[in-house]
Structures are given as structure tokens and as C-alpha cells.
């Protein structure tokens, strides 16, 4: 909608405080899900003409490319067409010409699919940066690991509902249950057994454990202290895909999609 | 509206297409084709003259004598007319058949005969056998037997010498003078000179070849040129590269852009064809076509009536085809729909025959001014006669404003079909699509500008 691709059915979009126009266009980087390259072009004219259309100059577009180019280290096929290119270094080539113009706004969905490891790295160090830099970023994806390390604001979605919204930590808080996670040297059975404890699963050679309500922390700790060797306590903090399954399922709807 | 992106939407359309391979073998192979065609027709033509050993079975006993002498020394058979001696004289043409002719008794019956002679041809002995027969020859009628009877000017040649001698003959039968026989066989040269309103008498002949090659390219470009703005469209849609530049770009500028870029790359062929054509021509053609006048002569208002008309026309059909493109995400099902631009193409061929015979009839006139075959048929007009100025104003006004308003609708069936993924949609989503006009998304939507 903000990319001028479907029409809102009611309302108006202000973008970076102001009213959606042509100028606010220029300002914003949008990489869509599905990736779309003319699959003749060849890599650098494909990015000199996506500049263009931003209305990049082409002395600033040359600038930009080229440092680009060496960041994701796509010098190498800069004259290939983009038939040629495998799908992780397509992804690179599109996630240049998302940001060739230098935008204040960065519209991603699911910007890391097709990428290796080291690129999703890659990427993502440059996506801190610009962050850093003042820039907003909106990403979108499915897989919430991703947008917990990244994102400092999330919009939680469901059947094109809006579920739950705000600060990550925030919401991390508001969604604590008082779980401890613990690294102890006891058997399941002898957890258990620990006064307070109401259940308990091991995870990673750990224990998850919830607290009876009302239960004091510090004793419980000494309790276990006294009776098992206890290497690390600390309060666990929910995944984002808990607070997220927890939300859909108290919202009666059951689907998946995050935005920051 | 925002040129500076339209330009780079048509910078990218013209560069691409430039850069391909089939661009360059079409712009390159397409003229030495023609040339080539050419050159083949002419050395197919001197090659059909030289030596045609002929027998005659003469069963008339009277014809073979003056037709020997008719077919081997055209000139020499009425010595006596001055005016035959005198073309004698004259330096023998190009293509000039040498006959050689032998006459053929009946060897037993009329049957064996014709076997030995069949033999005599199979074996190339002989190019061909006639067979003179009385009983056929009332019905005028004579029989010619070859390997080849598709030689069309050995045949012709043939053909004129008989009724030459048989004229001749008649004209003796009924005691006029042999000379008199050269008189009535002397044929009017039709010469055709056209009258305009400048009041100058100009030959034409040229000129109409002219409009020809040039009626001829302005047809073949609505083609390949609509329908490559069609297979642009939807392999941008396709790839989802539209979605990217849609982020850019408003979907009018992108149509325009892209109409505009593949309208070039049609003209730059033009161009490096009529160069080409000119250094081909030059020393080849002009060479082979030495002494006729067929040197074309192009008027300055017929290249003029080609700009104007090639334009509108590019644009209208080149708008039809985009917006038959937009809706659907694969060249098969765009297909059937295209058939209608084509049809529309297609039916100033299927109506030219007749314009040409009549330029200022009513099937001309009608055609002239309907919008679809305007392009194609009022250039042909113009280039053919003179067509009253109103005419022609009428033709061009209902062609502009059908262009701008298939622009307008192509332009909005296009901005929703690009996006549009999926199912097929049908003519009446289509339609809706066409009246919907987008929200306050943006300021300014391409709609409410139009062209």
C-alpha cells in the first residue's frame, strides 16, 4: 500500500511524517517478498536503471554501486546477466538495489530467504549499520528468530489482524512467567521434588522450571543450592514464537506472520 | 507525469532490445534476404534466357517455316517493314532466349512419336516439343510438352511467335498485304500520369512501389512491435520485476516508457535498414536496374504521411496490446485476445486489393477514416491520389482521439492488471477495473492525468 501497489480502502498513509507522495517515494527501499529481476539484464545496467528510477544521478549511482558491489562481493559477476547468478547472490543484487538511492525507509520481506549463513551475516551487519544510522527499517518475516535479534519494535500478525504490538522488551517483560532457567547437576525427578516447583523440562542439558506463585525466589535458589550443585540460574525470558503462539491462540486465530 | 523516470524506463526498453541477438540478425539478415531474393530472381531470369533447343512436329505442314524463322530471327520475317529492321537494329535485350529449332517428321504414328520425343527430352536432348495440329489449332489451341512448364517467359515468347505467324496468315488468307500484319500488331503503351492539386503531372510507378515498401513496413511493424509490447508487459509481470519498479514508478509512465522504448528500437531498424538498403542498392540494384526507370523517387509528402500515420498507429495498437497484456500472466492466455489486434491489422491487408483498385471508392473512404485501418489505409490514399484535405484532417483527428482514449483505458486496465496475480480474470473484472480509480494513496494518481 505504502509502495503504491494496492490501494488503501480507507485512511491515508503519512510516511516519515507526512502525506505518501512521489518525493517520500524516492526515500524509501521496499524489497518484496517475491524477487523480481529482469533476468536478461545484466547486473550492473540492472542496478543503474533501478537507481534511475529513484532519480539517482548517474555520477551517485556509480558511487553507490560500486561500493556496494565490493560490500557484497558481487564485483566478480557484475557483467553476468542475472540468469546467470544463483539465487543467494540474486538476493544480493536485489537487497543493492533496495538501498542504491540511500533510503530513509526500508520496506524488507523476508530479506534473508536464498541467503547462505555468511550472507545472512553479511546482511544483517549491514542492516545494524543502517539502523545505527538513524535509518527505520521494516522487516518482514516469518521466522521469528529473526526479527527478536533485530527488531526493537514488533507487530505481531494473524489472519491480516494486528495481535499484539510494541517494544520487544516490553513485551519480552509483560510476557515473563516467572520461568527460571537453571543448569544443575540433579535428574529430572530430583528437580521436581525441589520445593516450589511446579513444572520442570529439561532443555539443552537445563532445566526450564515455573515457580508455584508466590514462591520465593532466593529461597528456592538456596534450596537448590544446598542440595544439588547448581552451575547458572538466571530468569528466563520468552521467545518471541511463544509470546507469538500465545498470542494467536488467546486471539483465536492461528496463522503466522511478524512484522517489526 | 515524471519524465526523467520515463526516460530511464526507455533508455532501458531501447538498450536491451538493441543488445540482443535477434535484433541485430533481423536488422542485418532481413535486407541481404531481400537483396538476395532479388538477385536471385534476376540471375533466375538471365539464366532463363540462353539456348532452348525446341522441336516442332508440324503436322499443319505450312507453320513450321515462318515460325523457325519468327522465334530465331524475330525481326527478319517481314523484311519488307522498315520498321521491323529497325528494332532489329536496336541492341538485343537482356533475357533474350536463343532458339534453336528443329522440325520433326511423324515417325510412324503420332503416338511413337511423341515417345521419342518424351525420351529425347527426358535425356536433354531437346527443351521442349511442340505439336502443331490442325484439329487443335481450330480450337486455337496448341500443344507444348517440357520438363519445365512453369518457364514463364519461354512460354509467353513461344505463345506471341505462334499467334505472330498465325496472324500473318489469316491477314494473307484474306489478301491484304503481309505488312499489314505488323500494323495490327502493334500495342499502346498505357502511360499513366497523376494529377494533383499543385496541377503538375508527375508519373508515378515509383511512387507507388515506394508506398508499397512503405505500407507494407508500417503493417509488418504494428505487428512485431504490438505484440513485442505484449510479451514485454507480461514478462514483466512474470518475473515480478513490476512489483519493484511499481515501487518506483507510476504504471502509467512505466506503459509509456516502455511503448515509447520499443517504438525506437522499431525506428532504429528502419533506419539501419534504409542504410543498408542504400549502400546495397547503390552499386547492386541501380546497377541491375540500369536504363528502366525504377529508381524510386520518394516524395517528400508521402515520408511525411509515413511519420505521421506510422505514429499514431504504433501508439494505438501498441496501447490495444497492452492492455490485452496486463490482466493475464502468460503469453498463451494473452493469446487469444491478441487475435483481436491482429484481425484488426489483418483486415487492411484483406481491403487493399480494393483500395488500390479505387482509392476514392466508398470501401476506401470508409476504411481511410475508421481509426483501426487508418493508419494503413489512408497513407495508402494519400500516397495513391489525391484525397480531399477534409478527409484526410477527419481521418487523423478520429485516429488521435481513438489513441488517446485506448491510451487512457489501456493505461488503467494495465496499472490493476500488472498486479494482479492468479486467475484469469474476465472481461467484466476487467471492465471494473477500468472505472475503479485508486484511493488517496497517492496525491496525484496517473488516472486523473491521463496522457
Redesign the interface.
Known sequence: ?T???????????HVLGK????ET??R?G?L?E????????KVL?HLY??A????VNRETARARIEEWLDKMELRPWLNKKVDELSKGMQQKV?FI?TIVHDPEVLILDEVFSGLDPINTALVKDYLTAFRAKGKTIVFSTHVLEQAEKLCDEICLMAKSKKILEGNLKELKRTHAEGQIRMSLRASAAEVAALPGVSASHPVNGAYVISLVPGTDRQAFLRTAIERHEVNAFSDREPELEEIYLHAVQKAGLAETRTIE | MNWRKIFAIVRREYTERIRTKAFWIATLIIPFLFVGLFIVQIAIARKSGGERRLAVVDMTGHLYAPLASELTHPASVTASGEEMTGEAAAPPKKQTIHWVVEPRPIVGDLEKTKETLRKEVLAKKISAYLLLDPARLRKDEVEYYSTAVSEWMTQNQLERAINHVRLREKIVAHGLAPEVGNELDKRVDLRAFKVTESGTAEEKGAGIIAAMVFFFLMYSTFFMYGYQVMRGVIEEKSTRIVEIVIASVRPTELMLGKIIGIGLVGLTQYFAWSLIAMNLSLPGIASLLAGSDMAPKIPLSMLGFFILFFLFGYFLYASIYTAIAAPFNTDQEAQQLAMIPMAMIVSGIAVYPAVMNNPSGGLAVFVSLLPFTAPLMMFLRTALGQVPAWQIVLSVVLLAATTVGLAWFAGRVYRVGILMYGKKPTIPEILRWVRYSPGKAVPAPAAREGL
Not at chain 1, 3 to 13: K, R, V, Y
Not at chain 1, 34 to 41: D, T
Open positions: 500500500m509502495m503504491n501497489i494496492t490501494a488503501p480502502d480507507s485512511g491515508e498513509i502525506p505518501m507522495d512521489r517515494q524516492n524509501i521496499y518484496p517475491e524477487r523480481g529481476l529482469y533476468r536478461k539484464m545496467d536503471f533501478l534511475a528510477i529513484k532519480e536485489q538495489a
